[in-house]
């Protein structure tokens, strides 16, 4: 059975710092990871997702890898910003199904 | 274009009531599936399906039910509500493997 486990748990900055956020999977048989976003009391927001044969994707200040041998992916987070507090979850597509595994979100906090 | 939509929002039931929690999508999606949300447990798969007339169980299917008639609905069912039925519920559909869209939730308590 797939297990999906985010380090840290909870991570709270100073504006402006780079940041790494973890993901680590027992199964590195994936079609797919996605990285998503959730503000308190709403729904997941796709931020990136890279397919089994990519190693990274990019999208604005947003940078996320994957080493499938190794069952690990990261978020990199550049330069951030108070918006970007807010919980953030990698979830592993293992099958044609497309059914997603979650890790259990690492809650990010931007202080000004 | 209004991408995944739930309803209700919010649901307050007793044990033993049963209801259906309502999931439309307009992106004529083939995938479609239910999670909910638990403290500490995290996004659990429940139902999903790959296309209409086609669903199968996920993670934790115990007391709910699902059918696809349609491409754009997939109601969840539940028979016989339990206080451990008490979660948040999403939605959410994709094409293929490729980027899933996830509904703004159902917060349901169950008393």
């Known amino acids: 059975k797939q297990e999906v486990t985010q380090i840290p748990a909870a991570l709270s900055v100073p504006e402006g710092e780079n940041l790494v956020l973890n993901c680590s999977f027992t199964d590195s048989a994936i079609y797919n990871l996605q990285w998503f976003r959730q503000d308190p009391g709403k729904g997941l927001t796709s931020l990136l997702l890279i397919q089994s044969s990519q190693r990274e994707q990019t999208s604005g200040r947003l940078n996320a890898s994957l080493d499938k041998s190794s069952g690990r992916s990261t978020l990199y987070i550049a330069a951030s910003q108070p918006g970007d507090s807010a919980t953030y979850l990698c979830a592993v597509n293992g099958n044609a199904g497309n059914m997603l595994t979650f890790g259990g979100g690492t809650r990010l906090m931007v202080k000004p | 274009n209004a991408g995944v939509t739930q309803t209700p929002k919010f649901q307050v039931l007793k044990t033993g009531q049963s209801m259906t929690l309502q999931c439309a999508q307009d992106m004529n999606h083939e995938y479609m599936s239910w999670y909910r949300q638990d403290p500490g447990m995290g996004l659990r798969l429940i139902h999903y399906s790959v296309g209409a007339g086609i669903t199968d169980q996920g993670e934790v299917p115990n007391g709910y039910n699902v059918s696809r008639s349609t491409t754009e609905d997939f109601p969840l069912r539940l028979l016989s509500a339990a206080p451990s039925q008490t979660s948040v519920y999403f939605c959410?559909?994709?094409?293929?493997?490729?980027?899933?869209?996830f509904g703004a939730g159902t917060r349901l308590s169950v008393l």
């Open positions: 959410a559909s994709g094409l293929g493997e490729n980027i899933q869209y």
